[in-house]
């Protein structure tokens, strides 16, 4: 990543600091802040698991319910505005977002919040580098199911710019998330539109 970002892009970023190599363990923590969803207190709450989320883009699926509306039994992890959420089984399938709500997500996902000065933003982002894919996909064939377990995550090295060049990475790549995510929105809105004038004329 560090190669990516030391250019021009139309005179907005511009990185040229060098990266320090950091372990995972030493920089994220995973969250064990794990509710029951029978209490009531979450009823309102959605419910975001891994099934909810595009693979490979952090975007929400229109398929979100309530935890009321699933009517969840079995322990979900709690998550709020700003962590970054993980499916850890079958990582090569890339389920992962960038909260923007408080919510709970399933027990086979992980809640990740940086620490040791990592910036949340850049976080997110280094869960869609190749080198971290590559990882994540090489360690979880070791067991039956595809899956990463905490200690191979801890094991994980990355690099990392200063901080204030870890925010306008992460912004940057969250702006062009969004920008990408509108359009999208507006071209399917634009082919309901068709779609339902076609109906009107044929």
């Known amino acids: 990543m560090q190669e990516i970002f030391h250019v021009q892009v139309k005179g907005k970023l511009y990185i040229t600091r060098t990266w320090e190599q950091r372990r995972w363990i030493d920089t994220v923590d995973i969250s064990t802040e794990m509710v029951d969803p029978t209490s009531g207190e979450y009823d309102d709450m959605p419910h975001i698991a891994p099934g909810n989320i595009e693979a490979f883009t952090g975007r929400i699926l229109n398929n979100v319910k309530t935890v009321k509306e699933e009517q969840l039994i079995s322990g979900k992890f709690r998550f709020r505005p700003g962590n970054v959420v993980y499916g850890k089984i079958n990582p090569q399938l ?25 910036r949340q933003k850049f976080l997110f982002s280094q869960l869609q580098t190749n080198d971290f894919f590559k990882y994540s996909v090489s360690v979880s064939k070791r067991s039956g199911m595809p899956k990463i377990n905490r200690d191979e995550l801890n094991a994980y090295t990355f690099f990392v710019p200063h901080k204030d060049e870890q925010d306008k990475i992460g912004d940057f790549l969250l702006g062009i998330d969004h ?8 071209f399917y809105k ?6 339902q004038w076609r109906k009107l004329i044929v």
């Open 190 to 195: 634009f082919i309901n539109i068709s779609f």
């Open 94 to 118: 890339g389920k992962y977002f960038y909260a923007t709500v408080d919510g709970l997500t399933s027990a086979d996902a992980y809640v990740f919040n940086g620490k040791n000065g990592l």
């Open 179 to 186: 920008l990408i995510t509108l359009h999208q929105w507006k």
